[in-house]
């Protein structure tokens, strides 16, 4: 919430810099405003390339994607697991507890044990559903690690 306080601030800036005609003022408050926009929208995805079979985890800095590009082959299966988010209700009891199942697809490495997280789903048959479909699009195999009780992997 800072950094997008201080872009908004820059934007600010600006316009009143822009009033007052001191043009260099405005253009570099406008250039400080865009670059904490961006740095606080921290925009971040997954890219892949089917023709070359690689896959990127990049990182948006306006219409430029940084990321480096790894082969899907290192990758051998698409696999699915379940997380739990635990919420107090109230402060008074140890007891009143919320819990939030999230479904998470990842790309998967089980020989290294390493994964790249592709999406996260609330409806565990929507994610079976994304994981399968998926799986079937990169010809991999699909494995469903809630049931082969995997706990952890190290996230790429």
Same mark, same amino acid.
């Given at each position: 919430?800072?950094?997008?306080?201080?872009?908004?601030?820059?934007?600010?800036?600006?316009?009143?810099?822009?009033?007052?005609?001191?043009?260099?003022?405005?253009?570099?408050?406008?250039?400080?405003?865009?670059?904490?926009?961006? @740095?606080?929208?921290?925009?971040?995805?997954?890219?892949?390339?089917?023709?070359?079979?690689?896959i990127?985890?990049?990182?948006?800095?306006? @219409? @430029?994607?940084?990321?480096?590009?790894?082969?899907?082959?290192?990758?051998?299966?698409?696999?699915?697991?379940?997380?739990?988010v635990v919420?107090?209700?109230?402060?008074?009891?140890?007891?009143?507890?919320?819990?939030?199942?999230?479904?998470?697809?990842?790309?998967?490495?089980?020989?290294?044990?390493?994964?790249?997280?592709?999406?996260?789903?609330?409806?565990?048959?929507?994610?079976?559903?994304?994981a399968?479909?998926?799986?079937?699009?990169?010809?991999?195999?699909?494995?469903?690690?809630?049931?082969?009780?995997?706990?952890?992997?190290?996230?790429?």
């Open positions: 919430p800072f950094i997008a306080m201080a872009a908004l601030a820059c934007f600010i800036l600006c316009i009143s810099f822009f009033i007052d005609l001191e043009i260099l003022a405005g253009v570099v408050s406008l250039m400080v405003g865009l670059f904490s926009l961006n @740095w606080a929208l921290d925009i971040r995805g997954i890219e892949l390339n089917r023709e070359r079979k690689e990127r985890e990049y990182k948006a800095l306006f @219409w @430029w994607r940084m990321g480096r590009f790894t082969s899907i082959s290192e990758y051998n299966a698409i696999g699915l697991l379940q997380e739990n919420v107090r209700t109230t402060r008074f009891s140890d007891h009143a507890t919320d819990t939030f199942h999230y479904y998470r697809i990842y790309l998967v490495d089980e020989i290294n044990n390493k994964a790249i997280f592709l999406a996260e789903m609330s409806n565990f048959h929507n994610a079976d559903i994304s399968k479909r998926i799986a079937e699009l990169t010809g991999m195999t699909y494995v469903n690690l809630l049931k082969k009780g995997i706990r952890k992997v190290s996230i790429v």
